[in-house]
């Protein structure tokens, strides 16, 4: 099969890798319909996460099951199936409290970005389709593989709520999905803190109610501003850096609420301004199978189009303009067709 692989620092190239096979009797195979480049693959592309040479790419998947193991009893060869970034068996205690991405078995999945897909712990991890989807519905249901779930999870961590004024920090992918989900869930208000006309727009289409393009303490000031000197009830970090965590906790009212679902690197937080600031963190690596039939639900209804991120659209082949498009903020989301 084809497959992106990326081989060092920027060098992602679309190769020959050997076809998935079941390993273990709770395994799936899939054959990938959809697949696309996360925020998070930009990382070790731009060598700031290390990693074994060559890597397979890819955790974002809606695909068709061709094969599973003896084990599996919940999905069946022919069924639609979207799944999360982390297998997880969805029945240890973890699970069952909706932490399925800190499962006690859990495994990641990786390599996405192919014709086929191995899915360990394949019942617990992949939701059918309610039925065949249309090849419009694709991309939407891609997105709830990774970046809708994400952005969901930042809004719930978050707690945003009727009434409540949100601001979201982070202007990609997960950010605007942030956004989506904040106005899903009944924020009142929704601040999208973007510097990119486009993705303001998109913004205000998934229901942002004001655009703040300041960042860092003008940022902050701004919020401040928005809110009669009090702060955002809600704030979601969708970034990842020391500056977007610093200026969503400083956005945030005393007492309010951060969902921070960037990919953490090199933060570290102040502790006396924390203690203080009375803000409540909570987030983490999404928990995105706890959502998925939520969420499949919502799109499958066309209540929502989350798809809308994806502004760029690829064959596989093309996956390293992919790369090159959302390294170079040319695109928000790109997808691949495989």
């Not at 809606?62 to 969805?90: K, L, Q």
Request: charge should be negative; hydrophobic fraction near 40%.
């Amino acid at each position: 099969m084809r497959g992106a692989v990326l081989h060092g620092k920027g060098d992602v190239r679309v190769e020959a890798r050997d076809r998935p096979t079941l390993v273990e009797p709770t395994d799936a195979i899939i054959r990938v319909s959809a697949a696309c480049v996360c925020g998070s693959d930009l990382w070790p592309y731009r060598g700031a996460d290390s990693y074994d040479e060559p890597v397979g790419m890819g955790h974002e998947y809606v695909g068709v099951v061709e094969e599973v193991g003896d084990a599996v009893t919940g999905i069946a060869p022919g069924h639609c199936v979207v799944g999360s970034f982390f297998a997880s068996d969805n029945t240890c205690e973890i699970c069952r409290t909706g932490y399925q991405a800190s499962c006690v078995h859990r495994q990641p999945v990786a390599g996405a970005q192919a014709e086929y897909l191995r899915v360990p712990l394949a019942d617990g991890t992949l939701v059918a389709t309610p039925g065949p989807p249309g090849a419009d519905l694709l991309p939407s249901l891609l997105t709830a593989s990774d970046v809708l779930g994400t952005g969901w999870f930042g809004a719930v961590a978050a707690q945003v709520g009727p009434g409540k004024t949100v601001a979201v920090v982070g202007d990609g992918a997960v950010g605007l999905l942030g956004v989506l989900a904040a106005q899903q869930l009944g924020a009142e208000r929704i601040i999208a803190m973007s510097r990119h006309e486009s993705r303001q727009e998109v913004a205000r289409e998934f229901g942002a109610t004001e655009i703040v393009v300041e960042r860092g303490e003008d940022g902050v000031a701004k919020v401040k501003e928005l809110t009669d000197g009090l702060g955002a009830h809600s704030v979601i970090e969708a970034v990842g850096t020391q500056e977007s965590m610093m200026q969503a906790i400083r956005s945030a009212r005393p007492g309010g609420h951060v969902g921070y679902v960037g990919v953490s690197h090199e933060v570290s937080l102040p502790g006396q301004e924390l203690f203080f600031s009375h803000v409540h963190l909570h987030g983490g690596p999404a928990p995105v199978r706890q959502f998925l039939p939520e969420l499949i639900d919502l799109i499958w209804r066309r209540q929502i189009d989350p798809g809308k991120v994806f502004d760029l659209v690829l064959p596989l082949e093309d996956a390293a303009e992919g790369y090159r498009a959302m390294d170079e903020r040319r695109a928000i989301k790109a997808l691949l067709w495989p």
